[in-house]
């Protein structure tokens, strides 16, 4: 897993299959966008794979797949960018084969383009980047949330003599 970013954090939130987790915001932070929310306490990551059972309070090891920005950038600025241009080139090549106007074709084209390029990115980009390989997981619990002990715990520790009192 060349590249890939390590983050250790604690598990503030619990959902079906995934955990939302809040780090300290490090060097690294300024490069990356999967946090989805920050606070006065950390950044947090939301909707991290937990195939280790980690629940709310555990500090927890945060694997973060190389590549996963890069993809996002392609299909969040090329994509669109590149239908634009095919869009305006295709209208434009249309306009005087018709004998239309063939900057006026290549605009309603090139706007029709990225119409079709925002669709595109917004349907192929959260199916890419929400899949297994691009999405953060935790990776192994540090340390387990301390569980407030019983009451009747305490007392069994105190023994008889000292629980009556």
């Given amino acids: 897993m060349d590249g890939d970013l390590i983050e250790t954090g604690e598990v503030v939130g619990v959902g079906p299959g995934s955990v939302d987790v809040r780090i300290s915001s490090t060097d690294a932070c300024a ?5 989805s929310r920050v606070d006065k306490d950390g950044m947090v990551i939301v909707d991290v794979r937990n195939d280790v059972d980690a ?7 945060v694997l973060i797949p190389a590549g996963t920005d890069i993809r996002a950038a392609v299909y969040a ?8 241009l095919l869009g305006y080139g295709a209208g434009n090549a249309l306009g005087r084969l018709l004998g239309w106007d063939p900057d006026l074709t290549g605009a309603g084209f090139a706007l029709a383009g990225v119409a079709f390029g925002m669709l595109l990115m917004r349907s192929r980009a959260r199916k890419v980047l929400s899949s297994d390989r691009f999405r953060p997981r935790v990776r192994a619990i540090m340390a387990p949330a301390r569980q407030p ?3 009747s715990a305490v007392r069994a520790e105190q023994g008889p003599a000292r629980a009556g009192r």
């Fill in 31 to 35: 490069k990356c966008s999967h946090c």
């Fill in 55 to 61: 629940s709310t309070g555990d500090a927890v090891e």
């Fill in 77 to 84: 600025y090329v994509l669109p960018v590149a239908a634009l």
């Fill in 149 to 151: 002990r019983a009451e």
